[in-house]
């Protein structure tokens, strides 16, 4: 994912999971976490629910087709720019 929403990412070397930073953003979690499941309709979950180390982060389950994968990216910056409206 590119800096078009605010967010830095290296794809995760020997994993399906990917961790990614929302902290740049300035956005509550639990604010686009409700952008996202229930305008957006995808499910990238919250870091935390995996231990204090996830916080501020998404985690997004790379173990899907491509064009999933690319449909939930799209919806997280959708999410992201409805969010920072």
Request: a positive charge; hydrophobic letters at 40%; aromatic letters at 4%.
């Amino acid at each position: 994912m590119n800096d078009e929403v605010g967010l830095n990412y290296e794809i995760p070397q020997a994993t399906y999971l990917s961790w990614i930073d929302i902290s740049p953003l300035d956005i509550p979690m639990n604010e686009l976490q409700e952008n996202l499941i229930k305008k957006q309709k995808v499910a990238i979950m919250d870091g935390k629910v995996y231990g204090n180390g996830g916080a501020n982060h998404l985690r997004l389950n790379l173990g899907a087709s491509r064009s999933k994968i690319i449909d939930g990216l799209q919806r997280l910056k959708a999410a992201v720019q409805n969010s920072k409206r």
